[in-house]
Structure formats: C-alpha cells, structure tokens
C-alpha cells in the first residue's frame, strides 16, 4: 500500500486504486 492520499486513515480503510 502507498501512501499518496493526505488522508492515510481513509487509505488503510478502504483501499482505492492507487492502494
């Protein structure tokens, strides 16, 4: 998983297409 978004909780929740 990368993290791209500023918004990392949103990222490890749900994982979008960059992740």
Do not use: I, Q, R, T
Request: hydrophobic share 40%; net charge negative; aromatic share 6%.
């Amino acid at each position: 998983k990368a993290h791209n978004f500023p918004l990392d909780l949103a990222s490890v929740e749900a994982p979008s297409a960059n992740g």
